[in-house]
């Protein structure tokens, strides 16, 4: 899963550094996230905010916003960009989801797609 985030403070990729290295949020929330797979300071807007793509490989609740905390740093915006290598969320509004295409399913899943307009009427006899 891959995020944009809007942090508090004026970060450096050495201020982050410990990102590459896992975080430790707390034995409550999991204890040591997995290292993260990409990070990138995409911009400094201002100088109390820096603008960050971070790109997890675990899931655990309110992951992104405990990492950046541990590190003195709170989230105060956070948008989920991509899921996967291939699913791209552009287009897709806030509260709202779209269907994966065959393509989609295939490539991104290996699964191959159902045939939705043609169901299989078997009966138990």
Request: charged share 30%; hydrophobic share 30%.
């Amino acid at each position: 899963k891959t995020y944009e985030a809007v942090i508090m403070g004026h970060h450096s990729e050495k201020s982050l550094q410990q990102l590459w290295e896992g975080v430790d949020i707390g034995s409550k929330y999991g204890g040591i996230t997995k290292p993260v797979e990409d990070f990138q300071i995409l911009d400094h807007p201002n100088h109390k905010s820096t603008i960050v793509s971070v790109t997890i490989s675990e899931g655990k609740n309110r992951q992104v916003r405990r990492m950046f905390h541990a590190l003195g740093s709170g989230v105060m915006k956070l948008k989920r960009t991509k899921i996967g290598e291939h699913l791209c969320l552009d287009g897709v509004e806030e509260n709202c989801w779209r269907l994966l295409s065959e393509d989609e399913i295939q490539r991104c899943l290996g699964w191959k797609a159902r045939d939705l307009e043609k169901p299989d009427h078997r009966t138990n006899i």
